[in-house]
């Protein structure tokens, strides 16, 4: 991201939307004899990990897997080592059962917030290695250390240090805004008739102005950047690290109350049919629902162009991207900065080299590699190397939104508590008129002292 987000994220909490769904397949790599120099803090001479292999798994997402491939390739060919690949859009089916075997892998990717949760699981069994001295390692081949090239505040948050202190168990990957996207026709931008909204007042407004529903989204899941967003929105950036914390107060407050009154809002002029079909075999259903005009405003993560590439949409549709609007005219508007993370199991064979091979993921050479699939690293500058098309989307902060970049604390393993299923999907029981928003809030008040009381 630009040099205004840098400055942003330095000032941000920071602590995970969203993974593009789907189902799978599986591919191992190649290996390589060739060698080139080894940087790092343990890497000193040409092939030193020669004879060596690093398990490596990655979860196929828009992006695919060929990047992945191409990235290994190249980590063979400047360490000497042998890598196996695995990928699959269903990973955690792949991994698990396999980690639970005793066969782990050495690196993997793959972030929270996913349904399966296996990264939250993982850290709750304390079962990840820290990855703190990966920051001080030079990046292979570079004469930089990763943390130099790490824009500020995508590590010592509450994801990348899920213990809330200064270790870092999670080292941030892929990243990108996450708002609201809407077709750009439909409002005076495009050539339409309706104002795009800057507050939530003006948002609702909108009701009176169209026939279109005001909301849809692709699965309640994808609601939790979305929430992640309004939080600090309704009460600053030391109410939202309170509120990733669990804080009674902070749940029980007027502010909280505010916001559930706008989701409240939000569900009743949602399109009817979102819950049903919010679901991973039925979700592009509601993606599909901007692009033929049925839906005004979605929230979503830039993936979703990829995932709706070939699909059809209304004459004239262009994609738009906004961050959420303010609770009040003049008030701070936030985009949720959603970022994959990569990680590696306690049980690691090769924990040496897989260090290494995370250092790489932040070389130039690999960044290059990733970007031409679409996959944007946290690493400086890395966004002025972007096509005009994801500048659009990247810029969001640079054009006054702030980033709000956090996850819940990690807590003890409770038994019963799908708190997801709380914090997101009772999303589809309000749409469907099944609770309100006030049992919503009262429900997450109950969550939240639970897993307080769970706290490590």
């Known amino acids: 991201m630009k040099k205004a987000l840098s400055m ?103 972030a929270t917030g996913r349904e399966k949760a ?26 930089v250390t990763v943390g130099e090239k790490i824009i500020p505040g995508f590590t010592g948050n509450l994801t990348t240090n899920p213990y809330n202190d200064e270790h870092v168990y999670m080292m941030p990957m892929f990243y990108g805004p996450c708002g609201l996207f809407y077709n750009k026709a439909n409002f005076t931008e495009g050539g339409g008739e309706l104002t795009l909204p800057t507050t939530w007042d003006e948002f609702f407004a909108l009701a009176d102005q169209t026939d279109i529903p005001l909301f849809t989204y692709p699965t309640a899941g994808y609601l939790d950047a979305f929430i992640y967003a ?98 009040e005219q003049g008030g701070d508007r936030y985009s949720y900065t959603f970022f994959e993370q990569c990680w590696v199991p306690a049980g690691s064979q090769n924990q040496e080299l897989a260090k290494v091979f995370i250092s790489y993921l932040y070389s130039d050479e690999a960044a290059a590699i990733f970007a031409e699939s679409g996959a944007v690293q946290p690493i400086v500058g890395m966004t002025d190397k972007l096509s005009d098309d994801n500048k659009v989307y990247y810029s969001v902060y640079d054009n006054g939104a702030k980033a709000a970049i956090g996850t819940f604390a990690t807590t003890k393993p409770v038994e019963g508590m799908d708190f997801k299923q709380v914090f997101c999907f009772t999303m589809d029981s309000v749409v469907n008129g099944n609770k309100t928003a006030e049992q919503w809030h009262t429900d997450m008040q109950d969550a939240c002292k639970t897993m307080a009381a769970a706290m490590e």
């Not at 296996?118 to 004469?143: I, R, W, Y």
């Not at 902070?250 to 009743?268: N, R």
Request: aromatic share 8%.
């Open 118 to 143: 296996l990264p939250e699981t993982m850290l709750k069994e304390n079962a990840l290695t820290d990855l703190s001295d990966v920051l001080d390692m030079k990046v292979l081949g570079e004469d």
């Open 230 to 327: 309004m939080i600090p929105e309704v009460g600053g950036q030391d109410f939202f690290n309170n509120a990733l914390r669990y804080d009674e107060a902070t749940w029980a407050s007027e502010e909280m109350g505010q916001m559930f009154d706008v989701l409240g809002k939000l569900a009743a002029n949602t399109e009817k049919s979102t819950p049903s079909n919010g679901n991973s075999d039925n979700f592009t259903k509601n993606q599909q629902l901007i692009l033929d005009n049925k839906a005004l405003f979605m929230p979503n993560g830039n993936w979703v162009i990829g995932e709706m590439a070939d699909a059809p949409r209304a004459d004239g549709f262009e994609w738009g991207f906004m961050a959420l609007p303010a609770m």
């Open 8 to 110: 942003l994220l330095a000032v941000m909490m920071a602590a995970s939307v969203f993974t593009a769904c789907g189902g799978g397949t599986t591919s191992t790599g190649s290996t390589s004899t060739a060698a080139s120099g080894a940087s790092g803090s343990t890497a000193s001479a040409e092939g030193d990990y020669a004879g060596q292999t690093l398990k490596v798994a990655a979860i196929e997402t828009a992006y695919g897997s060929e990047m992945w491939q191409k990235v290994v390739d190249g980590f063979e060919a400047k360490t000497g080592a042998t890598v196996e690949l695995t990928t699959d859009k269903n990973l955690e089916d792949v991994i698990d059962p396999q980690m639970k075997a005793g066969n782990f892998y050495d690196v993997v990717h793959l």
